[in-house]
């Protein structure tokens, strides 16, 4: 039987397990919102989903409570992605659990995660003493909120994309901090900040800044946002290259931020912006 995100512990009340429970992971496939943009057989695009993970805690074999942040990077290309609450519940159920040290969180933490999610996962634990090097930043590139435009659609409009292409292509990176979608289940907001990076016919900036505002009352998860963001400026502006990436702003401890491109690039790093 395949999961659906209605039968996630999203929107209902949970007793919170403190001792280790690797069932808790809700997996659900990525391929049922993937059907809806038109994507089957070979991705067109390749990726990570960035987790970082900042109410980690567990006891040491003498009882003493440890901390720590996670950083999780799920390839996109893994068949499920891991429903948000369900994951902070199986993070809370380390709190009362003993373990020897942080390798051995680390393995449980690398097997239940891939075997969630159906690929290998990379895990970076940082502890107290590596907090003081934890950077901040903010997503390079033209800021598209400058432009004083009037908005009155707030659901996704591929049709507001456009680029010119009657002239020489160019190289741009673009961003935006107006990006909002909610909740797929509980129609509880997500906020984040979207970096557009493309090699094409130059997109129109106005009418790209009305579609992502587009997004203000769409109900859809993070990953699934992204991946239609990424999809809809293929179809409609026709980049050679192109990678967005966004970060979205915490929800009980947990932060996700996809980035999805179909060009060899660095990965982007993993700077918590402001609003993190």
Not at 27 to 53: C, H, M, Y
Not at 75 to 87: G, H, T, W
């Given at each position: 039987m395949t999961n659906t995100p209605d039968q996630s512990p999203l929107g209902k009340t949970s007793a919170y397990q403190t001792e280790y429970a690797p069932e808790l992971l809700?997996?659900?496939?990525?391929?049922?919102?993937?059907?809806?943009?038109?994507?089957?057989?070979?991705?067109?695009?390749?990726?990570?989903?960035?987790?970082?993970?900042?109410?980690?805690?567990?006891?040491?074999?003498?009882g003493k409570p440890q901390v720590a942040i996670a950083t999780i990077t799920v390839?996109?290309?893994?068949?499920?992605?891991?429903?948000?609450?369900?994951?902070k519940l199986y993070l809370n159920s380390f709190n009362q659990t003993r373990l020897a040290n942080t390798d051995a969180l680390l393995t449980l933490l690398r097997a239940d995660l891939s075997a969630a999610v159906g690929s290998p996962v990379h895990i970076a634990l940082s502890t107290p003493e590596a907090f003081s090097s934890v950077?901040?930043?903010?997503?390079?590139?033209?800021?598209?909120?400058?432009?004083?435009?009037?908005?009155?659609?707030y659901t996704p409009a591929p049709a507001l994309l456009s680029a010119n292409f009657a002239e020489a292509m160019v190289e741009e990176?673009?961003?935006?901090?107006?990006?909002?979608?909610?909740?797929?289940?509980?129609?509880?907001?997500?906020?984040?900040?979207?970096?557009?990076?493309y090699v094409g016919p130059q997109i129109d900036q106005e009418g790209l800044l009305r579609y992502l505002i587009g997004f203000r009352e769409h109900n859809e998860f993070h990953e699934q946002c992204v991946e239609r963001i990424f999809i809809d400026i293929m179809r409609q502006c026709k980049p050679t290259k192109l990678a967005v990436y966004a970060r979205y702003t915490r929800r009980g401890g947990l932060d996700i931020n996809p980035w999805r491109t179909n060009f060899s690039t660095a990965r982007p790093l993993n700077l918590r912006t402001a609003r993190q």
């Open positions: 809700f997996p659900i496939p990525r391929q049922q919102k993937r059907d809806e943009l038109g994507i089957s057989g070979t991705l067109p695009f390749f990726g990570v989903d960035i987790w970082n993970a900042y109410e980690i805690s567990w006891l040491n074999m003498r390839p996109a290309d893994s068949p499920n992605i891991i429903e948000s609450k369900s994951f950077k901040m930043g903010e997503l390079d590139g033209v800021l598209l909120d400058r432009l004083d435009i009037e908005i009155d659609q990176t673009l961003t935006s901090h107006l990006l909002k979608s909610n909740c797929l289940v509980t129609g509880q907001p997500d906020w984040a900040s979207v970096q557009i990076h």
